[in-house]
């Protein structure tokens, strides 16, 4: 029998993981993300989830079945290169285990997850493969190595293994061991050390880079399956990887929407950047943390002020920029309280918003990129009605800060009297002067930040100037180089636009009006 250490011994008790294998898996590096006692860090229907014998176990019956098939969410981080190990025992019927996947309450149901799935089954059949859910269907059955087109189907390239001979390894009345593997968009699934399938996912529209992890339960006949001993090891990915941190619901339909800001931006790079994986993290900050590992570059689009969700995260944060890792602030965002917030804002990014020193006005800006940097690269003058924020408090004498936009904004902005964010006698004071909307700074350690002021109107994103300029200024701060013409990505359309706002449209809601505002942005 195997020595265990004293670290595994203690995880052993806990019922975190299993002596046979254990201590190898603590010394990989594997984290447990199930206690063996409670849901902490999941979440789901509690109808259909608890914690029984050590193990999480979902469970559906025939006096309430179910309309659609549900879920138990990780809740702790969003999973891209990963390896994940756990136990499962089923009961009837089928479950499965989700990863890289995402949910759509609003249209799909709460508990509705759609992506990859490692399916789960009581015929001889589908246990081992994988599945799409809500997501192209059946993408490898047991024993196919497998190549999915751009025509979001599979081709088998290489019949490993007999199916049948694959369904013998698995116990179907006991406990099974499951291994899913992703490595950029390499798939492998293993039970009880067996290969299952084997995918590579070339459907460049379709696949998915990172996403959420979750465990199934079925609709169907009552079925009851369990999981345990659950080990999660993440690596770094092998592109650049980018952190959309998207802020909690703020302001109303159409303002600082920035789940779905995010959401657009991340689709864009995913689509347009080679090099980029961009990964959104909703409604405030990551809850896992140890997301954030490996990223070059953070992304944040959020309220601001006192509730900057960066604030009680501001040593994280450091510890990130010590490893030249970017970040970029978009729209409130760029707002801190002066003081030691501040003074991190101007290390990290050049600039942010001082109150009783900056101001708020909205106004149309004619608005004029710099000439030779980078992440103005592509970008024509343009003009744009906005929440446009200036007059930064920035580094002293602009040290390793670049104005990127500007603009001369209309001296009524100037008027309003003194308040946290609406004028003061400096602002007044440079009346007729540009000021500055968007800056870059070069950090001397090779880090490097980005601010932007504009991103109040969601409908914004739909001008091509607009929205090249922040998607060039991620990419700048990635570590990447800004192609010549800069970030070229299509207009979105309302449609487009309007997937993923926090709030229903309002009944004065007009969609040609806003098409027609795109239209003639990007026709002068």
């Known amino acids: 029998m195997k020595r265990l250490t004293i670290v595994t011994a203690v995880l052993v008790l806990l019922g975190m993981v299993t002596p046979s294998g254990a201590a190898e898996d603590v010394e990989e590096g594997f984290q447990p993300i199930f206690n063996g006692k409670s849901l902490d860090g999941w979440e789901g229907d509690p109808d259909l989830w608890q914690v029984e014998d050590g193990a999480i176990t979902g469970r559906t019956n025939a006096e309430k079945p179910l309309k659609h098939n ?9 999973v891209g290169d990963f390896e994940l190990r756990l136990e499962y025992r089923l009961e009837g019927g089928n479950s499965g285990i989700q ?27 589908y246990t081992g493969i994988l599945y799409g859910e809500r997501f192209r269907g059946i993408l490898a059955l047991r024993g196919q190595k497998v190549v999915i087109g751009e025509n979001h189907k599979p081709t088998v390239v290489e019949q490993f293994a007999d199916s049948d001979k694959l369904q013998s390894a698995i116990n179907p009345d006991g406990w099974n061991q499951y291994r899913i593997v992703a490595r950029d968009f390499h798939f492998i699934h293993e039970i009880n050390g067996q290969k299952m399938i084997e995918a590579m996912d070339e459907d460049t529209e379709m696949r998915r880079p990172s996403g959420l992890l979750a465990l199934q339960v079925h609709v169907g006949p009552p079925m009851k399956v369990q999981f345990r001993n659950i080990r999660l090891k993440r690596w770094p990915a092998q592109e650049k990887k980018v952190a959309l941190i998207a802020g909690p619901r703020s302001h109303g339909y159409g303002s600082h929407e920035h789940n779905a800001g995010c959401a657009l931006l991340a689709k864009l790079l995913n689509e347009n950047v080679p090099g980029v994986r961009a990964t959104v993290y909703r409604d405030g900050w990551p809850a896992d943390e140890k997301a954030l590992d490996g990223v070059d570059a953070i992304v944040l689009f959020a309220d601001g002020g006192a509730r900057n969700p960066i604030l009680p995260h501001v040593e994280v944060v450091d510890r990130l920029m010590k490893k030249r890792v970017g970040l970029a602030t978009l729209h409130y965002a760029v707002e801190v309280p002066k003081g030691e917030p501040g003074n991190r804002f101007l ?12 101001v708020n006005p909205h106004f149309e800006a004619a608005v004029k990129p710099a000439e030779n940097h980078p992440i103005a690269r592509g970008v024509r003058p343009f003009v744009i009605e906005d929440e446009w924020y200036y007059h930064m408090r920035f580094r002293e004498n602009m040290e390793g800060v670049t104005p990127i ?3 001369v904004p209309p001296d009524s902005t100037r008027e309003r009297p003194d308040g946290h964010h609406s004028g003061n006698p400096a602002v007044r004071a440079r009346k007729g002067m540009p000021e500055i909307l968007a ?19 969601h409908w914004n994103w739909g001008n091509d100037q607009f929205r090249k300029v922040v998607l060039n200024g991620i990419v700048w701060i990635s570590g990447l180089d800004v192609p010549e013409q800069g970030v070229c990505s299509k207009t979105p359309a309302v449609d487009e636009l309007v997937m993923g706002l926090d ?8 969609r040609d009006e806003v098409a027609k505002k795109i239209e003639q942005w990007n026709r002068e």
Not at 102 to 112: D, F, I, N, R
Not at 439 to 457: C, E, S, V
Not at 503 to 510: H, L, S, Y
């Open 503 to 510: 709030d229903p449209p309002p009944t004065k809601f007009n």
């Open 439 to 457: 800056w870059a700074r070069q950090r001397p350690d090779g880090g490097r930040g980005f601010g932007f002021t504009g991103g109040h109107w």
């Open 405 to 407: 936009l500007t603009t």
């Open 347 to 358: 290390d990290w990014t050049g600039g942010y918003f001082e109150g009783f020193w900056s």
């Open 99 to 125: 990863y890289r996947s995402w949910q759509e309450p609003e249209s799909a149901g709460k508990w509705v997850i759609g992506g990859y799935q490692a399916d789960i089954a009581d015929n001889a059949k």
């Open 70 to 78: 549900s879920f138990l969410i990780w809740r702790e981080g969003e």
